[in-house]
């Protein structure tokens, strides 16, 4: 006869297995409600809020084909967005993100960016020695005239927006 021995619950074996099943449960639990907490008081951030204004294209002159706009975007929200693409519905072509650098005191490069960051509760201003939006000039524009763009942001969607025409080194 073989001495096989059954395993009975006793009240410290369902204790201790109670108290294993129950240990992380409660950790769950306490660290959910903490989580719950923090965002209800506003300390897990806030959607990036995007406006812009100030927008600004430049006069086209002569035969150059293209011209530039310009923009100052702020984002008052807690966290960063990127700007993706510029749209403008006036003009014959693509439009495309640029960053000028001066090279020396009298020429300067231009390169095409895919993107540009909108940091959280920053502001980013476009202009002529930075990033700027390069569009295919119209010859009907005239100074004082609006351009309406729309401003692709990938987290806050398209935002639009207007922008003067105005002389380079205009107010």
Known sequence: MTDQT?????????????????APVVACVLA?????????YGNAGTPARIAVTDGRVFLPTGDIPETAAFFRITNSGGSDDRLLKVIAAEV????RLSRHRMVTANTASDQ???SVAVPAGGTLAMSPTGIVVILPANADWK????????????HSGAVRALAVVDRPGGA
């Open 6 to 22: 059954l395993w009975r619950p006793t009240r410290r074996r369902l204790t201790d297995s109670l108290l294993t099943a129950l």
């Open 32 to 40: 959910l409600g903490g989580l719950s907490l923090w965002a209800v």
């Open 92 to 95: 014959d072509g693509a439009t």
């Open 112 to 114: 095409t960016v895919a």
């Open 143 to 154: 100074a004082g005239d609006l351009v309406d763009f729309t401003l692709h942001f990938e």
